[in-house]
């Protein structure tokens, strides 16, 4: 039989087939593995989810594959040194494959144990205690068992070999039993590139495709999506060790060391001293072990429902309401009415993920990352789901686009929002572009889905037709000039709005809508001067408090920020609660009120009558609130500034590194 270099491409598919297929059925066994080991927990949960775990698995599995076998796809398929070509690289390759499974393999048999410590999968505390590995090995030994777990590993690296020697030579055998004639040799190499052409991009094209996880062209595979449920110990099992290691020992792990420098390096303790004191926390009210958690009380319970929206990049600027340069918000501007606006109120950063960080945790944002996408976003905060929930509360979260974007599905469902809906719930012939379905489409479905749902609910939702490409329908709102260069931003605005009156208009016609705490402020604002290094507009959002018979009606002008919204809600809802953020209600006279905001490694600080800017780079000015144009000198206040900057990003750095940030078990409610 003869084997023509024409033929290879399809000998060069079936392998890369079989490799991937026998890392995918290795990776699935250990996925076993470990719901064997955590049986008990899977009891929780139906059967139906218990599926999804592993279907969801075998995309991370894919990517985890993709990862490995990418260098063999760049080298596997090139003429002449190729494997279709050369015995040596096939052999090189085998050994390659052999050592990454090995490596590959003992992540997830680690995670046998290490899922039962910290109830999350393999990731950079693994490494925490690197720096005493005779101490760590002999509690390994001595706890967990390690030799079973090393044999079990031995006997998986023996079985991967055998089958992938065993097989390889069965792909390959035909090429070595002929060789073609001179003529048919001649024939073929011209045709051999012309299949080298297809194959190599193609063969690239898919390993990437399994890389990144996802054909959704905004968001690629992030821990995230394993969260498909409510079960934690299922979105656990979906996930694999090598990939959660990988992503945040190896690769987040110099973003943590950036961390600790931008927070300013002062030691824990001193931190939270600054923190109570801005805070104005009472010994007596705090509880131990947590730095800055204390128990609150504020008269009746009010198991009123709860909508928070984020609108997207609603600046100030464009709402004459509050002092703005345009009037493009006059359904807002009307609905300030029949509640409380807070005109001096801050975004925690200049993005998305910014702000529903800290609207959801009562934490800031810290400097040059998202905590959202990384192991941090696994952890339970003690947040508006989780403290709701605790007076039986559901969660939901409404988003016109994909929901995986800034890894905001995992994020959530890790806090306690117990129903997601994004862009694959809405009918596809209203998605307009890649921010999905206009607003008024994601309005009419919350109306639809609350009239029917239990109640007390809590509703977070973030729009999307005000961000670029600015592709909204043709409503009867006032539209800006053609030509003016941002028409396009100004319609957008402005239809947000006339949407946002509708949706208003809705909640108080439904029964539900008489008990409803409505919040409306921006994710964050848009960049008006260019010119200026930090533009404040692009921070500057609205907070509109709307719960009649709860909420005074009125204008505020005290500053606050989005880390605020936790304790800012809970005191309109009365009764007692664990404020374990650092927020402090608007609605109290009492604390220092005060705003910080980030954007990359630049900070912003108000703490009135002063304004500090830290580009990052050691270099600080300070603005007097009424003139932010030009920086003064003043030692004192200056290092006063620096020192409660310092405070409370150190003081978040601290408290998420200490896992300090969830529920005190040990509290009463």
């Known amino acids: 039989m003869t084997i023509f270099r024409s033929e290879m491409h399809i000998i060069i598919i079936r392998y890369f087939a079989f490799v991937f297929a026998l890392f995918i059925v290795f990776f699935e066994f250990l996925r076993a593995l470990l719901l064997v080991r955590y049986f008990h927990l899977a009891s929780a949960f139906p059967w139906t989810t218990l599926i999804g775990s592993f279907l969801v698995g075998f995309r991370f599995d894919l990517a985890v594959t993709g990862y490995i076998v990418a260098p063999v796809a760049i080298i596997g398929t090139l003429p002449k040194i190729g494997l279709t070509s050369s015995h040596l690289t096939r052999r090189l390759v085998s050994i390659y494959l052999v050592i990454m499974g090995a490596i590959a393999f003992l992540m997830n048999l680690i995670d046998l144990e290490f899922l039962g410590q910290f109830n999350t999968r393999l990731n950079h505390l693994a490494l925490e205690w690197i720096d005493t590995p005779g101490f760590v090995l002999g509690m390994m030994v001595e706890w967990f068992g390690v030799i079973p777990v090393l044999i079990g590993w031995a006997l998986l690296i023996a079985l991967f070999a055998y089958t992938l020697r065993y097989f390889t030579r069965r792909i390959f055998h035909e090429i070595s039993l002929t060789s073609p004639s001179k003529s048919k040799i001649q024939n073929s190499k011209r045709f051999s590139y012309l299949q080298f052409a297809i194959i190599y991009p193609l063969i690239l094209g898919l390993t990437f495709l399994a890389i990144r996880g996802r054909v959704a062209v905004k968001a690629p595979l992030t821990w995230g999506v394993a969260y498909f449920s409510n079960y934690n110990f299922a979105n656990q099992l979906a996930l694999n060790s090598c990939f959660t290691f990988v992503r945040d020992a190896v690769i987040e792990n110099s973003k943590r060391s950036r961390d600790a420098a931008l927070v300013g390096g002062i030691q824990a303790d001193d931190a939270y001293r600054s923190i109570r004191e801005l805070l104005m926390i009472d010994s007596l009210e705090s509880i131990d072990g947590y730095p800055v958690a204390r128990i609150e009380s504020n008269g009746t319970q009010l198991n009123h429902n709860v909508i928070v929206m984020l609108m997207e990049s609603f600046t100030t600027e464009f709402v004459s309401s509050c002092g703005g340069s345009r009037d493009l918000a006059p359904e807002f501007d009307r609905m300030t009415d029949d509640g409380m606006l807070f005109r001096r109120f801050y975004s925690s950063g200049g993005h998305t993920f910014t702000g529903i960080f800290s609207t959801v945790t009562g934490l800031p944002s810290l400097p040059g990352r998202s905590l959202m996408k990384h192991a941090e976003g696994q952890l339970q905060y003690a947040g508006l789901a989780t403290l709701l929930k605790e007076r039986g509360y559901h969660a939901r979260f409404y988003v016109p686009h994909d929901p995986h974007f800034d890894n905001m599905q995992g994020f959530l469902v890790a806090n306690d929002f117990d129903h997601i809906i994004g862009q694959s719930d809405y009918p596809a012939a209203e ?225 998420i590194q200490s896992r300090q940030v969830g529920l005190p078990s040990n509290a009463q409610n």
């Open 431 to 655: 998605v307009v572009s890649s921010l999905g379905v206009p607003d008024e489409v994601m309005y009419n479905r919350i109306i639809e889905d609350l009239g029917i749902v239990r109640e007390p609910f809590l509703v977070l939702l973030l729009t999307g037709s005000s961000h670029g490409p600015f592709v909204i329908p043709d409503r009867p709102f006032l539209r800006a000039d053609p030509s003016d260069p941002e028409a396009d931003r100004y319609d957008a605005f402005s239809y947000a709005d006339w949407a946002l009156g509708r949706f208003y208009e809705d909640i108080k016609a439904a029964d539900w809508g008489r008990n409803t705490l409505l919040v409306i402020l921006g994710d964050h604002g848009v960049i008006v001067d260019a010119q200026q290094e930090m533009d404040m507009a692009l921070f500057r959002t609205p907070l509109l408090l709307i719960d009649r018979g709860a909420v005074p009606v009125g204008v505020s002008d005290v500053v606050g920020g989005q880390k605020d919204i936790v304790a800012t809600v809970m005191d309109v809802l009365g009764g007692n609660w664990i404020n374990n953020t650092l927020g402090t209600s608007l609605l109290d006279r009492g604390p220092n009120f005060h705003a910080l905001f980030v954007e990359g490694r630049a900070t912003g600080f108000i703490y009135p009558p002063y304004y500090l800017y830290r580009d990052g780079r050691d270099r600080s000015m300070l603005y007097d609130l009424k003139d932010i144009t030009l920086p003064f000198t003043d030692e004192v206040a200056s290092r006063m500034m620096d020192n409660k900057t310092t405070a409370l990003l150190s003081t978040t750095y601290f408290m």
